[in-house]
């Protein structure tokens, strides 16, 4: 199988490279937009955020709720839907500490990393699944 990857309206590159190297490993040839007969992945809307879920007694943030969703739909080279657009939406707890808050960070950073990982995984388990 052959397909070409356009990742309109996502926040960086990371997203493409995780999504190219999956698909390559699923035996999927990522290939440029010049053969008209190789549908079109497309990756939309890529979100991350944070969210207070609790706080300690001196009313500091013990908690986040880490969120990370990504769209995506299949289309031919005449923009018609090949696949529904399907959006895949993960979230996981954070605690944080505020003794090792640069740590924290990277570890946050690396949850978020993880998110992204797992939602290009979800991807192409759906697209596997016809």
């Not at 052959?2 to 190219?20: A, E, F, T, W, Y």
């Not at 008209?36 to 709720?65: C, G, H, K, M, W």
């Amino acid at each position: 199988m052959r397909v070409h990857l356009i990742n309109s309206q996502v926040s960086g590159q990371s997203l493409r490279v995780d999504m190219k190297s999956a698909l390559t490993a699923a035996g999927v040839q990522v290939v440029s937009r010049d053969d008209d007969q190789v549908p079109s992945l497309n990756l939309y809307d890529e979100r991350s955020n944070a969210r207070v879920i609790t706080v300690d007694e001196n009313v500091r943030v013990s908690d986040f709720l880490l969120r990370y969703s990504v769209a995506f739909d299949v289309t031919d080279r005449e923009g018609k839907e090949l696949r529904k657009r399907q959006t895949i939406t993960l979230q996981r707890v954070f605690a944080f500490d505020k003794f090792a808050v640069l740590a924290k960070e990277r570890e946050a950073q690396e949850v978020r990393n993880q998110l992204r990982q797992e939602a290009v995984q979800q991807i192409i388990r759906r697209l596997a699944a016809r």
